[in-house]
Structures are given as structure tokens and as C-alpha cells.
Nanobody, 123 residues
Framework: VQLQASGGGLAQAGGSLRLSCAAS???????MGWFRQAPGKEREFVAT????????YYTDSVKGRFTISKDNAKNAVYLQMNSLKFEDTAVYYC??????????????????WGQGTQVTVSS
């Protein structure tokens, strides 16, 4: 199974982008999420959604601006990003895995990763 991320690009500060991530098949994951990595920084958690139940978790810096959602039938997860800020600039990665609550916000909770999509926000 592979994850294919898309939807990145260039946006102005205050603008919006929508990222999509489609799995090529069933992942048997408990969570699907998004992480991001800016140049010179470690990969950080952005948002995740529990595959069954739909519970969502966000890092504090994106709460109220980003919304994660899923489509079980399409094995897809989405990230709607509004009110973008310059500091949101990064490569965004989607991920899937059999995380538990305690690992759902860390990379080690995910075993399957997409290729990354660049998001650039101009100030």
C-alpha cells in the first residue's frame, strides 16, 4: 500500500490550501495524519484523525485554522488549511499507522508515509 499526497503549492499569508492523501489500498491503520518538516527542523506533528470514530487531534499552532477529515470509502484523508501563516511553510507528509493515543502525535506511531508535498506561504 502506498500513500499519495497532493494539493501543496504557493499561497499568500491569510490564504487557504487543501491537501489530499489517498491510499492505494486498505491500510488497516488506526490513525491517518499529517506531519510537516521545515528546512533545518525536525518533522513535527500537525493533525491526525482516528480512522474509526473520527476523533481528531491538532498541534496547538494550527488549532482553529486547519481541519483534518477523511473519506473511509476512498481510503483518503484531507487537510484544509485556512488563515495560512508564513511559519506554515514546510513539506507536508501524510502518514498512516496503527498508532495508539499516546503515539498518535509522534512519527513513531506511523509506519506508512507519503512522499511529501511542498506548502509555501508568502508573507
Amino acid at each position: 500500500v502506498q500513500l499519495q499526497a497532493s494539493g501543496g503549492g504557493l499561497a499568500q499569508a491569510g490564504g487557504s490550501l487543501r491537501l489530499s492523501c489517498a491510499a492505494s489500498g486498505r491500510t488497516d491503520s488506526t490513525y491517518m495524519g499529517w506531519f510537516r518538516q521545515a528546512p533545518g527542523k525536525e518533522r513535527e506533528f500537525v493533525a491526525t484523525i482516528r480512522w474509526n470514530g473520527g476523533h481528531t487531534y491538532y498541534t496547538d499552532s494550527v488549532k482553529g485554522r486547519f481541519t483534518i477529515s477523511k473519506d473511509n470509502a476512498k481510503n483518503a484523508v484531507y487537510l484544509q488549511m485556512n488563515s495560512l501563516k508564513f511559519e506554515d511553510t514546510a513539506v507536508y507528509y501524510c502518514a498512516a499507522g496503527r498508532a495508539i493515543i499516546s503515539t498518535s502525535t509522534t512519527p513513531r506511531g506511523y509506519s506508512l508515509w507519503g512522499q511529501g508535498t511542498q506548502v509555501t506561504v508568502s508573507s
